[in-house]
């Protein structure tokens, strides 16, 4: 398709490696998306996905996948669902994918598109993210799709030791795609962050955006851990 191919070339022109390359072009990224935007489907458009949000900024989606440098046995964690399109992508590169999208209709709809794509190795959740019930457990991964205006601590505490978290970090105009590996061998905590590429995002649900801020978001790790309270799993 004449449209798919500058699409990858585009992202190829941008520095995305190729490994997260092969994972994008294996995903049929159509199926993703209302027919009435195929237009905008082979581009670096954000689409319209439903419940006042669209898809992410393809650009910058691959480069965050692409800091995780997710390998076969890999676990991950993916904060925003939203239209199950990158879902797909990191499905493609990790043994298993656990998903959580605030919106239920949308994880609804992400669900039946991923399965359909044939992926099976992913556990969908409909919630907020930064207030969990239950355990999850450890992750190797974790990618958030939204911005978070200070470090999400709730999220990257489920990192394993040797994990990566990636986030958009900074205020709604703009943020800066963020990076923390969990070294516990790091002389000090900021040793493990590391900042890249300017990036723009929809807010986080919850106590970490600016959408739903309340109180002050204590810097430090949380004492518990959990899953949203409404939930869908394959």
Same mark, same amino acid.
Not at 17 to 27: K, L, N
Not at 119 to 143: N, Q, S
Not at 170 to 181: D, M, N, R
């Given at each position: =398709?004449?449209?798919?191919?500058?699409?990858?070339?585009?992202?190829?022109?941008?520095?995305? $490696?190729?490994?997260?390359?092969?994972?994008?072009?294996?995903?049929?990224? @159509?199926? &993703? &998306?209302?027919? *009435?935007?195929?237009?905008?489907?082979?581009?670096?458009?954000?689409?319209?996905?439903?419940?006042?949000?669209?898809?992410?900024?393809?650009?910058? =989606?691959? +480069? =965050? *996948?692409?800091?995780?440098?997710?390998?076969?046995?890999?676990?991950?964690?993916?904060?925003?669902?939203?239209?199950?399109?990158?879902?797909?992508?990191?499905?493609?590169?990790?043994?298993?994918?656990?998903?959580?999208?605030?919106?239920?209709?949308?994880?609804?709809?992400?669900?039946?598109?991923? *399965?359909?794509? $044939?992926? +099976?190795?992913?556990? !969908?959740?409909?919630?907020?993210?930064?207030? /969990?019930?239950?355990?999850?457990?450890?992750?190797?991964?974790?990618?958030? /799709?939204?911005?978070?205006?200070?470090?999400?601590? &709730?999220?990257?505490?489920?990192?394993?030791?040797?994990?990566?978290?990636?986030?958009?970090?900074?205020?709604?105009?703009?943020?800066?795609?963020?990076? !923390?590996?969990?070294?516990?061998?790091?002389?000090?905590?900021?040793?493990?962050?590391?900042?890249?590429? =300017?990036?723009? /995002?929809?807010?986080?649900?919850?106590?970490? $955006?600016?959408?739903?801020?309340?109180?002050?978001? @204590?810097?430090?790790?949380?004492?518990?851990?959990?899953?949203?309270?409404?939930?869908?799993?394959?």
């Amino acid at each position: =398709m004449k449209d798919k191919s500058r699409y990858l070339k585009l992202l190829k022109e941008a520095g995305i $490696g190729e490994t997260v390359m092969d994972a994008i072009e294996s995903v049929d990224k @159509p199926r &993703f &998306f209302d027919r *009435i935007f195929a237009e905008q489907v082979y581009t670096l458009d954000r689409i319209p996905i439903g419940a006042g949000q669209k898809s992410d900024d393809p650009v910058a =989606m691959a +480069r =965050m *996948i692409g800091h995780l440098d997710i390998k076969k046995g890999t676990r991950v964690l993916e904060v925003g669902t939203g239209s199950g399109y990158s879902t797909a992508v990191l499905a493609t590169l990790a043994k298993e994918v656990v998903t959580i999208e605030f919106h239920e209709d949308l994880a609804r709809l992400a669900k039946e598109r991923v *399965i359909g794509e $044939g992926h +099976r190795g992913v556990r !969908f959740y409909a919630g907020d993210a930064t207030d /969990f019930d239950g355990p999850l457990g450890d992750f190797d991964a974790v990618i958030v /799709f939204a911005a978070c205006m200070r470090t999400p601590y &709730f999220l990257i505490n489920t990192v394993k030791p040797g994990g990566v978290a990636v986030y958009p970090m900074g205020p709604a105009h703009q943020q800066q795609i963020a990076c !923390f590996t969990n070294n516990e061998e790091a002389r000090k905590v900021s040793d493990n962050f590391r900042f890249y590429e =300017m990036c723009s /995002f929809d807010s986080i649900r919850g106590v970490y $955006g600016w959408v739903d801020q309340g109180e002050p978001v @204590p810097d430090h790790e949380p004492e518990e851990r959990g899953v949203p309270e409404k939930s869908e799993e394959q």
